[in-house]
């Protein structure tokens, strides 16, 4: 079982719906990263989160530590958030310095 | 544009050979961190410097070693290069020392081991 699990792996949503990814791991962790794969290749940070919920336009991320769960939010999706969102955690003690990496969850939204 | 360059773009080359690819952090930045995408391993965090130190160490193989100059800039050396070694890497750059803060990446390299 890996460590850092995401679901869906791939999902297809019209255009302007409410879109919600999932990240479930199996450490402890510090912090937990979400990035964003575009087709071309480039990754971007999307958010870093230690606790609570962070909001970027209309990205939004939260996390729960006692449940070890993070999701990631888009509303109001379109075309353009058609990505592979990564999800990765970052540990304590002897893995402290080791990111995580989940599979990723390939999101295509249709117009 | 995250600021970050990599070169080159893409490389073709042969089993047993070595290459060095290079990344030159944003502006500012002291961590630089290095991460190998494959289809069927994923994103792999391979190692982080921080001014010029080695700071973190993924699942980076023998066969492969990184350096960052006093410039800041960081070179990934693979060396008796194999098939499997087909993939993406990546660097990128942070202000930060620790893994918890913002990273930015740069385009990649696409390195095709034939």
């Known amino acids: 079982k890996n460590e850092v699990e995401q679901s869906p792996q791939n999902l297809t949503a019209q255009e302007g719906e409410f879109i919600t990814i999932n990240c479930s791991y199996s450490v402890g962790i510090s912090a937990l990263h979400w990035l964003q794969q575009h087709p071309g290749g480039g990754i971007v940070s999307l958010f870093m989160l230690s606790s609570g919920k962070k909001k970027h336009g209309r990205l939004i991320a939260t996390i729960n530590i006692q449940e070890k769960h993070s999701s990631l939010h888009i509303t109001a999706s379109h075309p353009r958030d058609s990505a592979v969102y990564i999800c990765?955690?970052?540990?304590?003690?002897?893995?402290?310095?080791?990111?995580?990496f989940g599979t990723g969850t390939l999101l295509a939204v249709q117009p | 544009d995250s600021g970050v360059t990599q070169t080159p773009k893409h490389l073709i080359t042969a089993t047993g050979q070595r290459v060095t690819l290079r990344c030159s952090p944003r502006?500012?930045?002291?961590?630089v961190y290095w991460y190998q995408q494959s289809l069927d391993q994923g994103l792999q965090f391979l190692i982080q410097y921080y001014n010029g130190e080695e700071r973190a160490k993924g699942n980076i193989l023998e066969r492969f070693s990184a350096q960052q100059f006093p410039d800041l800039h960081s070179e990934l050396n693979l060396s008796s290069l194999e098939l499997g070694d087909s993939a993406l890497y990546f660097c990128?750059?942070?202000?930060?020392?620790?893994?918890?803060?913002?990273?930015?990446f740069g385009p990649g390299t696409r390195l095709t081991v034939l």
């Open positions: 502006s500012g930045d002291l961590s």
């Open positions: 990765a955690v970052r540990g304590y003690g002897g893995a402290t310095n080791k990111l995580i």
């Open positions: 990128a750059s942070s202000s930060l020392l620790g893994l918890g803060d913002t990273q930015y």
